[in-house]
């Protein structure tokens, strides 16, 4: 049963790491272009429809072939849902699961290009030298 929840983890994992590196990539992007103003209410658009998709395959079974299959059935859900409470609130909880694991991530992959920088830039100082 452990490794079966490893085994989990891992896909979770690989999952919320592909998440946050293209909102990173995106957010480069936007800085590139002068819209860098932009990077946060992206992230908290882009994080709220998640957790919105997450509660529709989860609570309400929808999956994303219902796109093309049958729209009609999604959008009318996904409206029933947008105006009551219970969904709402529990969009609010996997909104605060996803923004807090984000954010952790985040921060992690800063903290590790920071780590590997000084780390290639010390090897090419030391390489210089000789």
Same mark, same amino acid.
């Given at each position: 049963?452990?490794?079966?929840?490893?085994?989990?983890?891992?896909?979770?994992? @690989?999952?919320? /790491?592909?998440?946050?590196?293209?909102?990173?990539?995106?957010?480069?992007?936007?800085?590139?272009?002068?819209?860098?103003?932009?990077?946060? =209410? #992206? /992230? @908290?658009?882009? @994080?709220?429809?998640?957790?919105?998709?997450?509660?529709?395959?989860?609570?309400?079974?929808?999956?994303?072939?219902?796109?093309?299959?049958? =729209? /009609?059935?999604?959008?009318? *859900?996904?409206?029933?849902?947008?105006?009551?409470?219970?969904? *709402?609130?529990?969009?609010?909880?996997?909104?605060?699961?996803?923004?807090?694991?984000?954010?952790?991530?985040?921060?992690?992959?800063?903290?590790?290009?920071?780590?590997?920088?000084?780390?290639? *830039?010390?090897?090419?100082? #030391?390489?210089?030298?000789?």
């Amino acid at each position: 049963m452990s490794l079966l929840l490893l085994e989990y983890f891992v896909y979770f994992f @690989i999952g919320m /790491e592909c998440f946050v590196l293209s909102l990173m990539l995106w957010g480069r992007a936007l800085k590139r272009h002068g819209h860098g103003w932009l990077i946060l =209410p #992206l /992230e @908290i658009v882009v @994080i709220s429809l998640s957790a919105f998709g997450i509660y529709l395959g989860r609570v309400d079974r929808l999956n994303s072939w219902d796109v093309a299959t049958d =729209p /009609e059935h999604l959008l009318n *859900q996904a409206f029933r849902d947008s105006l009551n409470p219970k969904p *709402q609130e529990m969009t609010l909880l996997f909104f605060l699961a996803i923004t807090l694991i984000y954010f952790l991530l985040k921060g992690a992959n800063c903290l590790l290009a920071l780590l590997l920088s000084h780390h290639s *830039q010390g090897a090419t100082n #030391l390489h210089n030298r000789k």
